[in-house]
Every structure is written in C-alpha cells, then in structure tokens.
C-alpha cells in the first residue's frame, strides 16, 4: 500500500482539531519531506521514529517518504503526532496490512527505544475527537485514565510501538483497555476549624464563600492571612462534573494534573511568588500561550501574598479577567482563550517596614504607607 492515512489531534490552547495524516511511498532516492506547517518538534519526529522503529526490530523504508498533515492552514505543533506518523509509515510500506480505521484517533509521543510517552492536554483531544464524530483513540498507557473521562469513546493504551503494530497486525493484543476511573474522595486540604480565633477572618472567608466575593487581608507579618487564604479553596463546594472536566482540561494542558488523580474535584488553590511575571500569571510563551496562574485557579482561589510587592503591571493585567472571567492571549503562532473565572485574595503588611511588632514599632513615615498601599 503506497498510500495510507491515520488521525490525530493538534491542540491550539484548549481547543483541539482533528489532523489528518497522509504518508506516500514512491520510487526515488530515499528522502523525507513533510509538509502542512509543521514546527520545529514536529519536524523532529522523524528521528524519532526512525530511531523507535529499528528499536522495535521494523525497517525504517528506503524510498521516497512524502507525509502531509491536513488541514494544510492549521500550524502543527508538539510531539503528540508520532504515533499516527509511525503507524502510517508502516501501513504504506506494508508492515501493517491496513492502518486504523477512520474513526480511529493515535495520540501519543515515540521514545528512541519505541516507547510510548505521556502526552499534555489528552484530555482536550479526546473531546475534539469525541465532536468530531471519533469513537475510538489510542493513547499512551500513561494517559488511559484521563482519556477514560470523556464518556462513549473506547479508549485503548500502548505502552510501546512494538505492541501497536502487533495488534494491527491482529496478533496477540497487549493494548490496555480503558474503563471509566471510579472517582476517589478528594483527600482532606487545610481546613478552618485549624484556626482558633480570628474570627473576623473567618467570618470574612465564610461570607465571601457563600457569595463568590474577593477577599483583603491586612495585617502585620504573623498575623495569620496566608493561614486563612489556604483554607478558602477547602470550605467551597466541589466542582460539578462539567465544572470538574473543565479544570482538568486546564491542568491537563498546563502539565500540573496531580499524578494518580486524573480528575480535579475540588476547586484549584494557587499561591505564585511576587516576583512572578506578567506571563506566568495571566498565560504566556512562545509560539501559542500556554495556561498562567489565573487559568490554572479557574473556578478556585488565586491568592497574592505580598500584594503591593507584586509589578504595578501584574496587578493591572487582572483586571479585564476579574471582569469577563476568562483571558485572550495573543502571540506569533495564534490566538487562544483560557477561562478564567477565579476568586481574588489579596494580602498586605500595613507598611514597608513589616515590623511583626506592629504599629506601636513601625518605622515608615505616613507618606511611605500611603505609597505602599496605593500599589
């Protein structure tokens, strides 16, 4: 078979699209040439398939290898398109008798050694396979149960390419067969009955619980406001199923899914230093943006210890998500938008000074403590 085409899915931020694969083997000098805008880890796949395939005692096919990656207009980016690149190879040299069917999605990236290595963002590209009318996705073994959230998709893991081609070729199957993960009770987080008194903070905290308000803290070092900020996240409700997939798709991309726990009940908790960046906080990078800090507390508590310590150009940057709850990111490589509906608590010292003493020892003269809290 000369001609073979498999699926997979390249993601833009949350979004995922399905990407149609087309590898051509013709007579000529042994070259390989792929086209569709792929980026520079995409481009590398061909080393690493090379190399994964004599690994995993196959051929690497000495003729003319043309592969495409359709839509032609969508740019390609990361390492998850290795395994349908490998498998279409394959088919179109006859070492499989036939490729996937259509409805088939291979998601996952190929280790020197044939190895199949856990991917970000799976869970966004089971569902755009899900909508795009995809009833079945293979993926490495290492991402099985978060692909398994998605519901009337059969999921199948592989934890190495020689297993792949053996079940393609109707051999002995050792592909892992997905089942819906029975949810565990989301483990205990700090809880408020640690605190014994403050009760104006607690207070604080229950109202703006009950009704999504933001919070300020202020009081001098020690005074407990980093002990009543961590313990917000633990007295909200936890997230409904649609909230819950949501949030693991955003901590699915950004790389931070808790290890073991594919899904994400309970609402997020994020604490950044104040020396942090514009970009670590509200989503950045080369290319496309991925997720900040405040994508990643999507639904929970973004707490800003420090506050006026934090870049005057941070501070404003929150503005228009606090508004509209989410965050459009423009850069070179496109657009992407992350939700961004999360609970502010800000924490001060009443001066520059810091003294744990309080009032009674600081140092500042009133001007320094306006400027200081006018941050």
């Known amino acids: ?91 179109a040299a006859g070492v499989v008798p036939a490729p996937p069917p259509a409805d088939t999605v291979l998601l996952g990236e190929l280790g020197l050694d044939g190895s199949v290595r856990p991917l970000r963002g799976v869970l966004s590209s089971v569902l755009a396979a899900q909508e795009s009318g995809r009833h079945r996705v293979i993926v490495p073994a290492g991402n099985v149960a978060e692909a398994c959230l998605v519901p009337k998709v059969d999921v199948l893991g592989v934890a190495c390419l020689a297993d792949l081609v053996a079940y393609l070729r109707g051999e002995d199957c050792r592909l892992l067969t997905g089942a819906a993960p029975v949810e565990k009770a989301p483990l205990p987080g700090p809880d408020l009955c640690d605190i014994v008194g403050q009760t104006q903070g607690r207070r604080a905290l229950e109202i703006a619980a009950a009704g999504g308000h933001h919070v300020y803290l202020q009081g001098p070092p020690g005074a407990g406001k980093t002990m009543l900020a961590e313990r917000l996240s633990g007295i909200l409700p936890l997230l409904a199923d649609d909230e819950a997939l949501e949030v693991t798709a955003i901590h699915s991309v950004a790389g931070t899914l808790p290890a073991g726990s594919p899904f994400v009940r309970r609402p997020p908790y994020e604490s950044p230093h104040h020396t942090s960046s514009t970009a670590s906080i509200v989503g950045g990078g080369s290319g496309v943006a991925r997720p900040g800090a405040i994508s990643r507390a999507h639904r929970g508590v973004l707490f800003l210890d ?28 496109g657009r992407t938008r992350y939700p961004a509906a999360f609970q502010l608590v800000l924490a001060a010292n009443p001066c520059p000074c810091a003294s744990p003493a309080g009032d009674q020892a600081c140092v500042c003269t009133s001007w320094a403590r306006r400027r200081y809290l006018s941050r």
């Open 1 to 91: 078979m000369p001609l073979a085409r498999t699926c997979s899915v390249g993601l833009i931020g949350l979004h995922g699209h399905v990407v149609d694969i087309e590898a051509d083997l013709s007579e000529g000098i042994p070259n390989f040439t792929m086209i569709g805008l792929p980026d520079t880890s995409v481009r590398e796949a061909r080393d690493r398939i090379r190399s994964a395939l004599i690994n995993s005692q196959q051929k690497w096919p000495m003729r003319r290898m043309t592969v495409a990656l359709s839509p032609a207009t969508l740019p390609k980016r990361g390492s998850g398109f290795d395994l349908a690149l490998a498998v279409a190879l394959l088919a």
């Open 306 to 333: 420090e506050a006026p310590e934090f870049a005057t150009g941070v501070l404003d940057a929150l503005r228009q998500p606090l508004e509209s709850g989410h965050v459009t990111l423009h850069r070179s490589g």
